[in-house]
Nanobody, 114 residues
């Protein structure tokens, strides 16, 4: 059974940084398409994605500030978020497309506020 567990969310001031992690079990991160999504009131957005062959793409709103990476040994997915803005406030979800099925974590809340 695939399980994704996010961690690393919290409250941060504008301009600050956070690092989100997604620990995967029951699947192999290295051969899956992985992504981070975020959900704010009335809006769901793909933040960043990395394919099984390592190709990455980012939402325009986060390009240059966020970095998605994958650790195949630890079987984890990470999102490094720098220069955070209040509009980055959302619940962030880890997503894995593995063997043609979508899997989701429970989400972690990121709040950017002074």
């Amino acid at each position: 059974q695939v399980q994704l567990v996010e961690s690393g969310g919290g409250l941060v001031q504008p301009g600050g940084s956070l690092r989100l992690s997604c620990a995967a079990s029951g699947m192999i991160v290295g051969i899956a398409d992985m992504a981070w999504y975020r959900q704010a009131p009335g809006k769901r957005e793909l933040v960043a994605a990395v394919t099984s062959v390592g190709r990455t793409n980012y939402a325009v709103s986060v390009k240059g500030r966020f970095t998605i990476s994958r650790d195949n040994y630890k079987n984890t997915l990470t999102l490094q978020m720098n220069s955070l803005k209040p509009e980055d406030t959302a619940v962030y979800y880890c997503n894995a497309r593995y063997r043609s099925l979508d899997h989701w974590g429970q989400g972690t809340l990121v709040t950017v506020s002074s």
